[in-house]
């Protein structure tokens, strides 16, 4: 249906037809995020953080109450990015007892970390005590500064 065959030929109509139009185009050359993503992107979005250095070593500090320790997965992937993940499952309701507000989240969470090239990725500990997960992972050691070659000079 065109708008402006009835009289309206105002700029926000003819936005509001290309709206319409672009409704009705089989064309799926518009690439929207995939539910995956979507779900990712909102799992890391409500999971809080803090990231801590000290000399030794980063840690990734994660409040995680009332989730169980099966329930929590720490991965590195291609080397450099931590993965923590993992779900909070709902308590199953007993018989006789319902709830009149359900405020904590439930569901899945997920939050990546790139780690800077001074990360060792083989020396990486995850421990949750009294709901807060602690990931910490160690620095490498700086490179021991070469010492100057000597080259002896020699009299032709």
């Not at 409704?23 to 979507?38: I, L, N």
């Amino acid at each position: 249906m065109d708008l402006r065959m009835m009289a309206f030929d105002s700029p926000l109509f003819s936005v509001l037809q290309h709206l319409h139009d672009a409704g009705d185009d089989s064309d799926k050359s518009v690439s929207y995020p995939s539910r995956t993503y979507a779900r990712d992107a909102k799992a890391m979005a409500v999971t809080a953080a803090d990231v801590k250095e000290s000399p030794n070593s980063y840690a990734f500090i994660v409040d995680m109450p009332g989730v169980k320790s099966g329930d929590i997965k720490v991965q590195v992937e291609d080397d450099n990015v931590v993965v923590i993940s993992g779900e909070r499952k709902r308590e199953e309701e007993k018989e006789g007892a319902k709830y009149l507000r359900m405020e904590r989240r439930v569901g899945k969470f997920m939050r990546k970390f790139a780690l800077p090239e001074n990360a060792n990725t083989d020396k990486i500990s995850a421990v949750c005590q009294d709901g807060v997960l602690t990931v910490t992972v160690e620095k490498l050691q700086p490179p021991e500064p070469k010492k100057p070659k000597t080259i002896e000079v020699k009299i032709a």
